[in-house]
Each structure stands twice: as structure tokens, then as C-alpha cells.
């Protein structure tokens, strides 16, 4: 078995002001994740708002420093006390996916060059490969290389763009795919291609997709395990099922009932 993903008491504080008036807020609390499988998983993360979920994926991006504890990845110590990989080889294991698709490309840039770069400086492959790479992952998330080569961020809708940043993520095949927060830019109506295209993408490319979501009805239709943080911590961890069909936790309980016919609709799709 694969030790897919695993924190270790992990705590994140952040300081706001300086001394004698600083405050420090805990992001993260302690936080316990064991995942363990030999297949792939998609586990989703869900909480309010300030529950510490970005904060989270922002460790184990790598883009913030734990105060305290340490998580692994494919049984990699990435973040905290332990050896770390470089940074080419821990690109070729995490892929973020940002919230606003917008963002993640400059106006003034071709779509096709950032999936040529990465193409060519994390993967390192020569011209012709790259091109053949980005044909593939293209056509894995339904669009086509000669639709999206010379175009600028402003001819495609939201959903292409996150479309083509879950594209550029899947360059370097990594193990595990950090998505905050995916479809909330995404017009309603599309927000289901996107998360359709994780399930499919799981299969696929044998990769793991961390879902980090205030969402829960999509959060239960792909996950196969659920984290569930209020205030920085944990306050549910399981198998999706379990945790839909037995919440443990007054707080789970409370989210869930704040969506009363999720349970009917989830038990619905799952039994399809
Ligand atoms: N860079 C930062 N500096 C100070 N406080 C922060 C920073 N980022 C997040 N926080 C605080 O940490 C807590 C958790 O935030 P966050 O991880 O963004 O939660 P979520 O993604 O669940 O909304 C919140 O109280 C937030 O205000
Ligand atoms: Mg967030």
C-alpha cells in the first residue's frame, strides 16, 4: 500500500501585527490525515470559510511553510521535518489547480505557451514531444490543440480556462492533483464537466485529486474519502460513504442538513 497522502501533526500560525499587539491565528491545527491505498483516490477537503482548507493545500503546494508537523505524499516527506525533493521532482508529483482560471494566465501570453513550458522545463521534453503532450492532455479534458494554439486567455470562457489549467497540471503525470476551490468561478452550468472530467481523470492517469470545496453535493459525488475542518481542524475524517451515511460530528451533521436532499441525490448517483 501507498501512503497517498499524510499529515503528521501538522499546525500552521500565522502572525498578523507586531509585538505587543500581534495576534496569531491557527490555520491548522493539529491536523491527521492517513490515506493509505494501492489505487488512486480522490479525497475532498470541505469546510466554511476560514476552516483553513487553502492553507492546507498551500502546505502541501508547498507555498507555506508548516509551523509544526510534517506531510508526506506517495510516501514522500514534502513538507516539514524529513528530506524534501527538489523542486523539478516535487513539480513532477504536485499539480496545483487554482480557484480563478483567469489568474492563472497573463492576457498577454498564449494559452499554449504555458503548456509548452511546462512541457518543456518541468518534463523536459524537445519540441515535437511537447507538442504531442499537449495534443493528449488536451484531448483528455475534450478540447483540441489546434482550437487553443495562438489564442489568448480572453477567447476561451472560464470553464475551457480551468479546463486547460487541469491540462497543463497533467504535463508532468504527477501523483496528485491540489485542486482549491476549482469550479467556484465556473458558471453553474459548467461547473459538472469539471468535476465529471476529475472522475474520469483518476482512471485515466492514475493520479490522486486533493478537491478542496465549501461544496458539499459535489465534494460526496467524486470523493472516495472526505476531511471535514471547522477552525483548523478536523473534525471528521473517512470514506466518503461512511461519512455521508454516518456523520460522527455535530458539525458534519449541521452541513449536512443544511442541504437537506443532498443524502437522496448522492445515494442516487452512487447507485447508478
Ligand atoms: N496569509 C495569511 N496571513 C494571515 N492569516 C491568514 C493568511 N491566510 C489565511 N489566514 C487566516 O487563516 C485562517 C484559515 O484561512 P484559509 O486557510 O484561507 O481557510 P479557507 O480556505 O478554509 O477559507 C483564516 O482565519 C484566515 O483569515
Ligand atoms: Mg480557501
Redesign the pocket.
Known amino acids: 500500500m501507498k501512503t497517498i497522502l499524510k499529515t503528521e501533526h501538522l499546525n500552521k500560525t500565522?502572525?498578523?501585527g507586531s509585538f505587543p499587539r500581534n495576534v496569531d491565528?491557527q490555520?491548522?491545527k493539529d491536523v491527521n490525515i492517513t490515506i493509505e491505498s494501492d489505487e488512486p483516490v480522490i479525497v475532498s477537503v470541505v469546510?466554511?470559510?476560514?476552516?483553513?482548507?487553502?492553507?492546507?493545500?498551500?502546505v502541501i503546494l508547498r507555498l507555506?511553510e508548516p509551523t509544526a508537523g510534517k506531510a508526506i505524499i506517495y510516501d514522500q516527506p514534502i513538507a516539514g521535518e524529513g528530506a524534501k525533493p527538489a523542486r523539478a521532482d516535487f513539480l513532477s508529483m504536485v499539480q496545483p489547480i487554482f480557484q480563478n482560471p483567469f489568474e492563472a494566465f497573463s492576457r498577454y501570453r498564449t494559452i499554449d505557451s504555458y503548456l509548452y513550458e511546462t512541457a518543456t522545463r518541468v518534463k523536459r521534453l524537445n519540441k515535437a514531444r511537447a507538442i504531442e503532450a499537449m495534443e493528449e492532455v488536451l484531448s483528455s479534458v475534450g478540447l483540441e490543440y489546434k482550437d487553443v494554439r495562438g489564442k489568448y486567455p480572453n477567447q476561451f470562457s472560464g470553464g475551457e480556462l480551468q479546463r486547460i489549467s487541469v491540462a497543463r497540471a497533467l504535463i508532468p503525470n504527477p501523483n496528485i492533483l491540489v485542486a482549491?476551490?476549482p469550479v467556484s468561478m465556473i458558471d453553474a452550468s459548467r461547473r459538472m464537466i469539471i468535476i465529471n472530467l476529475f472522475r474520469s481523470l483518476k482512471q485515466e492517469y492514475q493520479t490522486s485529486i486533493l478537491y478542496?470545496t465549501?461544496d458539499l453535493a459535489t465534494a460526496y459525488y467524486i470523493s472516495d474519502y472526505i476531511v471535514v475542518?471547522n477552525k483548523?481542524s478536523i473534525v471528521e475524517f473517512g470514506k466518503a460513504r461512511q461519512v455521508l451515511s454516518d456523520p460522527q460530528h455535530a458539525y458534519t451533521r449541521l452541513l449536512l442538513s443544511s442541504i437537506p436532499t443532498l443524502k437522496q441525490k448522492w445515494e442516487r448517483v452512487r447507485n447508478d
Do not use: P, Q
Open positions: 500565522y502572525r498578523l491565528i490555520a491548522l469546510g466554511e470559510s476560514g476552516s483553513g482548507k487553502t492553507t492546507l493545500a498551500k507555506v482549491d476551490e478542496i465549501h475542518m483548523g
